[in-house]
């Protein structure tokens, strides 16, 4: 596709359920990241793949987060047990090269998750 | 305490008129800085992107300065228009690891 897609656009789940968030990303980009969205903040970083490897997983705040690029492209975000602080934008970007010099960043539109 | 410090948190304008949005910076080392505008409900888009030999970029009404001294950068907005209406989020590039520190961002809101 043109962009970076994700789905689904928002999701409502019940405390303790779990969710799966995905992201395509820009065809052929290497890199990819997840980002976590606050209400009124900025991006907060949660991981980062260079093909199908992870290569940072410092950002995600438990080990109820868990992520995936198995071949490289298509990725999925998997919160387990999903928590009302859990509630926020996950947003998806790429970027053609590897590594992190803050080369363009291309973000989806992210998925909305709220939780009850 | 977060490396990216925006001000000022919100602003409205009036359609037509100029603004400066705020970026401060404790990032060391330095690698380069980019602004970004968020629409409601959509991922930031990337406006300029900044190195350290670099003071001024324009990218048609929009206008960043970089002073690498002070660590500060600004974002000028030139005859706002109401689609200016976003937030504007500052990110930062650190030269060992090439971490990428964003600020909170400006909520600027233009209107008619």
């Known amino acids: 596709g043109a962009g970076v897609s994700q789905s689904p656009r928002y999701k409502v789940a019940k405390r303790g359920q779990d969710v799966a968030l995905r992201c395509d990303p820009i065809?052929?980009?290497?890199?990819l990241f997840w980002y976590q969205q606050a209400l009124g903040q900025g991006p907060e970083f949660l991981t980062y793949?260079?093909?199908?490897?992870?290569?940072?997983k410092s950002g995600l705040p438990s080990d109820r987060f868990f992520a995936e690029r198995p071949e490289g492209s298509v990725s999925t975000l998997k919160i387990q047990r999903t928590q009302q602080e859990d509630s926020a934008v996950y947003l998806c970007?790429?970027?053609?090269?590897?590594?992190?010099?803050?080369?363009?960043?291309?973000f989806g539109s992210g998925t909305q998750l709220s939780v009850l | 305490k977060n490396q990216v410090e925006q001000s000022p948190q919100s602003l409205i304008i009036l359609e037509g008129k100029n603004c400066t949005l705020q970026?401060?910076?404790?990032?060391?080392?330095?690698?380069?800085l980019r602004w970004y505008k968020q629409d409601t409900g959509r991922g930031p888009v990337s406006l300029t992107i900044?190195?350290?030999?670099?003071n001024t970029k324009s990218n048609g009404r929009y206008t960043a300065t970089l002073d690498a001294d002070t660590k500060q950068s600004s974002l000028h907005i030139t005859a706002s228009q109401l689609s200016d209406s976003a937030s504007y989020i500052c990110?930062?590039?650190?030269?060992?690891?090439?971490?990428?520190?964003f600020g909170a961002g400006t909520r600027l809101t233009v209107k008619p």
């Open positions: 065809s052929g980009h290497v890199s």
């Open positions: 793949f260079q093909n199908e490897a992870q290569l940072d």
């Open positions: 970007a790429s970027t053609r090269t590897p590594g992190r010099n803050n080369e363009k960043l291309f």
């Open positions: 990110v930062v590039s650190a030269g060992n690891n090439n971490d990428m520190r």
């Open positions: 970026c401060n910076y404790t990032v060391s080392p330095f690698s380069n």
């Open positions: 900044m190195t350290f030999s670099e």
